[in-house]
């Protein structure tokens, strides 16, 4: 359900700048990818990943919650540039 109005709130307001645009687009991005693992693996979750570059290991981390993370900060930060600053 939230899903559905993040998409909703996303397309009916234009007024966003990129950045938002960007996080909010990200947020949705990974909520749904959650939403699709979950449906097609009877409740499950299967998109971990792992990253290694020689001698240097990520972990195992699920990418859909990278991106809502990620996405999170990114939109708090960008909404926070829009605070007045006092002086």
Same mark, same amino acid.
């Given at each position: 359900m939230l899903l559905l109005i993040g998409? !909703? @709130?996303?397309f009916r307001y234009q007024? @966003? $700048? %990129? +950045?938002q645009l960007i996080a909010s $687009? %990200?947020?949705? +991005?990974g909520g !749904? /990818?959650? %939403?699709?693992d979950r449906l097609s693996n009877n409740g499950g979750v299967i998109d971990f990943v792992a990253i290694e570059l020689g001698p240097?290991? !990520?972990g195992i981390f699920n990418f859909a919650d990278l991106c809502i993370? /990620? /996405?999170g900060f990114y @939109? /708090?930060?960008s909404l926070t540039r %829009? @605070?007045?600053t006092s002086r």
């Open positions: 998409c !909703t @709130l996303l007024q @966003l $700048s %990129l +950045a $687009s %990200l947020i949705l +991005a !749904t /990818g959650n %939403l699709i240097l290991s !990520t993370l /990620g /996405g @939109l /708090g930060y %829009l @605070l007045p």
